[in-house]
């Protein structure tokens, strides 16, 4: 994987739904406006210095002085730069504001805390180190991610819902004009659409323009269709989140000693222990050969238990993958076929599905990423990507499609309103139900999915206690999370 790519050592998406800061009371902190002394301070004023200068010399010598071995054999300097230029236009420069104390402290971080200027939202840069050895000891990791309000800053007042909208159309018509987003943006609040944009090109190849009705990848977000599907099952009683998946998976795809102790309830809350199936094979090999569930079995027959299942919390696309051969196995049929047939269409959703990469297909966007090797500096993702989406991600559908598909839910149209207690549970203190994320904020409960991978970035959130739906589609490399972000920011304080 490459310094794009979400799970690296370098995280470069800003996404609401992992916001590292906790509020005051929660853990408790204090910021400190001033910068550290020695060590830490050297590092963090070096890291922010590269961020806003673009000095690769800069951000080498910050790669050869500062990261562990480890770090670098995960990632190389190439990758490494091109994140930095990533963040550079993510962020469009960033500002220190504090370094943020914990209370507890937390000995193998320093946190700085940032507000950054393309979004002006504040952000942290997140140092690790290998236990005990802070701050003397070189980073065994970088990680960006949202932060709460500095709690030395006073909070913005209320907004009406207007003002709220208003805000929202400003902030996309400032992101369009300087091309940090392509994509669409849907809001409605029950079954009144507030505001509905799009902008950009959904190919940089034709030309094509970004509409409405624009199918963008779904990245991770077919993890919600996959766990709805479980769940009608359940309610046909044709099969238990308690079974083990040994009833229903052999041992062509894992040894029946590990199935044995895995049971659906585990694949859908990441419980289970399994991996990730984006390995070395899958990364060396053609993506033509991977395109029915089947064909993945060399990828995942390989996979081991990281600890005892239901002991452990650690998001697994294997884990979601083995529910479409679940599903499977239970209908006797096809898993793309379910989906279509009992989430598509009775929800409405016609520019939704796992289509064919190497099929064309009508208005559908091509991912893209800020590259210097091309002359136009975007590179698609066409060779990175599947080439058919799955149980676990890479799907594609449209911002109105997942605003059907919200309300279907909402409606009791796919699940009764028992079944939707059970997913939008927390089971594990993980911020994750089954096949949803979690969370609480100043808008109340908010449940829903992201999905990213290099030329995608996809959300859907829907505020459980004030009626709002918000999807965020996008073909730019980690432009969709931070418009997630800012919607919720506004969306909490209307009142």
């Avoid at 091109?82 to 962020?91: A, I, K, L, P, Y």
Wanted: aromatic share 10%.
């Amino acid at each position: 994987m490459t310094g794009r790519i979400l799970t690296t050592v370098l995280v470069c998406a800003l996404s609401v739904t992992a916001a590292f800061a906790q509020a005051p009371g929660e853990l408790g902190y204090t910021d400190v406006p001033e910068m550290p002394g020695g060590i830490e301070g050297e590092r963090i004023e070096m890291f922010l210095d590269a961020i806003n200068s673009e000095d690769v010399e800069l951000v080498t010598r910050f790669y050869d002085e500062h990261l562990s071995e480890g770090v670098r054999e995960r990632l190389s300097l190439d990758d490494y730069i091109e994140g930095f230029h990533s963040m550079v236009r993510q962020t469009g420069g960033v500002d220190f504001h504090s370094v943020r104390v914990y209370d507890p402290p937390r000995t193998d971080q320093t946190v700085a805390v940032f507000r950054d200027r393309n979004y002006q939202s504040w952000q942290a840069i997140v140092f690790h180190y290998a236990e005990g050895e802070k701050p003397d000891g070189l980073l065994t990791g970088l990680r960006f991610s949202p932060a709460r309000t500095p709690s030395d800053v006073e909070p913005p007042g209320p907004l009406t819902e207007e003002e709220a909208i208003v805000e929202i159309e400003a902030f996309l018509d400032w992101l369009c004009d300087k091309d940090l987003f392509s994509g669409t943006v849907m809001l409605a609040r029950g079954d009144e659409i507030l505001l509905a944009g799009n902008c950009g090109e959904a190919s940089k190849r034709f030309r094509a323009p970004v509409n409405m009705e624009t199918k963008f990848n779904l990245g991770s977000m077919n993890k919600m269709f996959t766990s709805v599907a479980i769940m009608q099952l359940v309610e046909k009683e044709m099969l238990s989140v308690d079974d083990p998946i040994s009833e229903y998976v052999d041992e062509s795809w894992l040894p029946k000693e590990m199935t044995e102790k895995i049971t659906v309830h585990h694949l859908l809350t990441h419980t289970s222990g399994l991996g990730n199936y984006f390995n070395e094979t899958f990364d060396a090999g053609s993506r033509k050969r991977w395109r029915e569930l089947d064909d993945y079995k060399e990828l995942i027959a390989t996979d081991t238990l990281a600890f005892t299942p239901g002991t452990d919390w650690s998001y697994s696309n294997t884990g979601m993958f083995m529910l479409g051969v679940v599903i499977e196995s239970v209908t006797g049929g096809s898993y793309f076929d379910y989906i279509r047939e009992n989430i598509c269409a009775p929800a409405g959703m016609e520019n939704t599905d796992c289509y064919d990469m190497d099929c064309p297909v009508r208005n559908l966007a091509i991912g893209y990423y800020p590259s210097d090797e091309c002359a136009e500096g975007w590179k698609n993702n066409y060779y990175e990507h599947v080439i058919r989406g799955g149980p676990a991600g890479g799907g594609f559908s449209a911002a109105p499609d997942l605003f059907q598909f919200a309300r279907a839910l909402e409606t009791g149209v796919l699940l009764s309103e028992e079944s939707l207690e059970i997913m939008w549970t927390d089971h594990f203190e993980a911020g994750y139900g089954y096949g949803f994320g979690i969370r609480q904020g100043p808008a109340g409960k908010v449940v829903g999915h992201g999905g990213g991978f290099t030329g995608i970035n996809a959300n859907l959130d829907m505020f459980l206690d004030t009626g709002y739906i918000v999807a965020v589609m996008t073909n730019y490399d980690g432009a969709g999370s931070p418009v997630d972000t800012k919607i919720a920011e506004l969306l909490g304080r209307v009142e």
